[in-house]
């Protein structure tokens, strides 16, 4: 019971530390919140005294998929936006949207493949209540301290933006908090995972030829966003309402991005193309599982195994 107690606690603070995170996006320098959260959490992480620097047993098959993976989307976002550019739209958008399906169904390729669920990945409905909730709650911080009582533009300059960012977002949550930080915690302890796989999120922006400051402000930000993934283990904390919400504003108030109409249907076959690899590896492991049940047990010969027959 003292375990338990303590467990939800630890986990009430860490939901105060994440709203105190979220109000500080109006507080605080975009730099300076880079460096101000990671440290709060770093110093809130040793004052709990909890067990997130424990020592695992490093699996170096993961450690070699998450960084092969890594690179291959980091690389493929690189060539979209600094080879391409909007002078191809085509090869811009091809390049784009691959590098977002392989983040999605790759990992939900090679965990299956390893024997494990998609809620590793946290796709399932584990503590999904809980993640809706918090969810909710670091959305309306987030909404009343970037959207509301914004003024939007027309829908053409609006609606196309908000689309890809369920896209991206969607890439994100999944890629980088179901799949890079739980392979990374689970081979070298939380804090450690969760530090890495934010350092890694801000630095894969280098793709999108984001300058280091910005970059910066991201690791800061990404380390909130994986302790709010690591508090319920569900995606449902991120998506589709908190990360996207923060991309689109982001997006919206630079104006450095300009889609037309079409790019919506685009968007749209990605965002499917992610749900059908999900929904596959849904599929495919209830199917296995269903044949672990119906096997017959070894030793029996088949004769055994026939249903017995009553005579009347």
Request: proline share 4%; aromatic share 12%; glycine share 8%.
């Amino acid at each position: 019971m003292k375990i338990i107690r303590a467990e939800v606690q630890g986990t009430w603070i860490w939901v105060a530390w994440l709203i105190a995170a979220m109000f500080s996006l109006a507080l605080l320098d975009l730099t300076v919140y880079g460096v101000v959260i990671p440290v709060s959490a770093l110093l809130l992480a040793v004052l709990t005294g909890q067990s997130v620097w424990r020592r695992r047993t490093i699996d170096w098959l993961d450690l070699g998929a998450v960084a092969a993976l890594y690179i291959a989307v980091v690389v493929l976002f690189r060539v979209a936006f600094t080879v391409f550019t909007e002078a191809n739209v085509l090869g811009l958008f091809l390049c784009f949207g691959a590098g977002l399906v392989l983040g999605v169904a790759v990992p939900v390729l090679y965990t299956l493949r390893r024997g494990r669920t998609l809620s590793d990945l946290g796709l399932g409905l584990g503590n999904w209540k809980q993640a809706v909730l918090l969810g909710l709650i670091l959305t309306s911080v987030q909404f009343a301290i970037t959207l509301f009582g914004y003024a939007l533009p027309a829908p053409v300059d609006w609606v196309p933006l908000l689309v890809m960012s369920l896209t991206v977002g969607a890439f994100e949550t999944v890629f980088f908090r179901g799949f890079v930080q739980t392979r990374l915690s689970a081979s070298l302890g939380q804090a450690p995972g969760i530090a890495i796989a934010a350092a890694l999120y801000a630095a894969y922006h280098v793709g999108y030829g984001m300058d280091v400051e910005g970059m910066v402000f991201l690791f800061g930000l990404g380390v909130a966003y994986a302790i709010a993934f690591a508090v319920v283990r569900n995606v449902l904390v991120l998506w589709p309402l908190l990360t996207p919400l923060g991309s689109f504003f982001n997006n919206l108030n630079s104006g450095d991005i300009q889609l037309p109409w079409e790019a919506i249907l685009g968007f749209a076959d990605v965002l499917a193309l992610m749900a059908a690899s999900i929904l596959l590896g849904r599929r495919w492991l209830k199917r296995k599982n269903r044949q672990k049940t119906t096997a017959p047990l070894p030793g029996r010969s088949r004769r055994e195994r026939q249903p017995t027959q009553r005579h009347l």
